[in-house]
């Protein structure tokens, strides 16, 4: 299936379903806290599991209690409804 980029007015109405994400630069992005660098990571290492079972990758950033994600779809140009569907397991992780 074709990853088809969304248009502007598409995107406005997805980011309503996610919990604190932001766009930026055809990214969706958040920043998530921890208690410290252990937990950082295990949350890291849940989101890679996911992401290479939906063979979707998100940028990822993290340290001494915190992990960010960035997510795009690069062979579409920017935002897809795949990288909001991965935002919403990435969601539905940190709230287990």
Do not use: C, Q
Request: no cysteine; charged share 30%.
């Amino acid at each position: 299936m074709a990853r088809k980029k969304l248009s502007a007015e598409e995107i406005a109405e997805r980011i309503g379903e996610l919990k604190s994400w932001a766009t930026e630069n055809d990214n969706l992005k958040k920043r998530f806290a921890f208690a410290n660098f252990a937990e950082a990571l295990e949350f890291v290492n849940k989101v890679g599991a996911i992401a290479e079972k939906r063979d979707h990758h998100p940028d990822i950033a993290f340290g001494w209690g915190y992990a960010e994600f960035a997510i795009t779809t690069h062979d579409a140009g920017g935002l897809t409804h795949n990288d909001f569907d991965l935002a919403k397991e990435i969601e539905k992780s940190a709230e287990n």
